[in-house]
């Protein structure tokens, strides 16, 4: 049917099943604020707008490039300089991995969008954990795929239950994906889960997704990727510069596509899809190559504030009456959980510490957790001085809400 004259044009239904609830909300800050009430954003995981600083090598690197001419498109899966760094990064972890199968990325989320376009059909599914980082169910939603929720469990230190996620498993499952150290929960697992997530993959023919942009930032030094584990996995690995080399702005990330020649046509249809976009931004590949090759103190300092931070964390949460809060073990979020009164959701938790308070959290629903466990994520990178005073808000809040 035509459009009539001047009506206004119409979206396509897609949009109306994408969600970010992370920065949707940030809409309802905004209105806060237009009543005059300071707002204490601890919504997004951004370290740089907390004071924590790039490396001066990094910068180094992308001024270098951008001054000696590196200016123009590069090859669609990025500089070959690039792809050897993240494949000898890989191979030094203990996963031989050839450069062939590397893809610089606009940060880890393009490798998400890549991979998840490039191997699940519209109606097909893709085993999510929840509570899930959301841009998973938000490119599923794009193509018009469904996620399957597996249950990880705060009463075991977020860790998957492995029994939920098998009964999930049906024909349509194409992918399952692993954040590890996870976000929203700051969640490590530990060798046997890992194992046993390969295993399922493994089993059943499914691409395992393992998302390891918070590989460097566990509190006790960096996680082994999960390919370390079985090297004929199908496993696709990701990380970027964003979080553990503070460069989240630049969109600069990497993906590996695992050796076994079952991932084959995955890497030829990723890189297929790759080519469209042309490249991801050519000077910061030039910066992926001094991160990967160069001094990497930084992170030692920066894991010590997230531990300090992290403690600090749980340990006030956990003295709210009403709220429990497993410690993180990596990454810069927490996930307390609050018994609410009966009939009352996360969501009406969150929006009311926003508007009485002005404190911006994420209600768990935004992640995939059901409404009625009462969980919200905390970014804590605020100094620790300015998060005990907020952490004060939210016990005088969760007083009140009681
Ligand atoms: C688990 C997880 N994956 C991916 C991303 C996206 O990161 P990038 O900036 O590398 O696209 C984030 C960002 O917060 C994340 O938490």
Redesign the pocket.
Known sequence: MRAEAGAPIRTAQRVDRFTYAIRNIVAEARKVEQIGKRVRYLNI?DPNQFGFETPPHLIAAVERAMRDGHNGYTASPGIVEAREAVAADFTARGVPTSPDRVLIT?????G?ELALTAIVNEGESVLVPSPT?P?YTAVLAKIGADPAYYRTDPSNGWLPDLDHLRRLLTPRTRALVV?DP??PTGAIYPDSVRRALIDIADTHGLVLLA?E??GDLAYDGPVRPMATLDLDAPIIS??????AYLA?GW?A?WMAVGATPRLDAALGAIKKLADGRLCSPGPMQYAVVAALTGDRSHQVAFRAALAARAELTTRRMNEIPGMRCVAPRG?FYAMPQFALPRGRSDEDFVLGLLRSKGVLVVYGSGFGAPPEDGSFRIVFLAPPAELAEIYDEIAEYAREFR
């Open positions: 995981g606009s940060g880890t989320s393009e998400i980082y841009l954040i996870n976000n998302d942009v918070y990701y990380s970027s510069l964003s979080k989240p969109r990330g990454a």
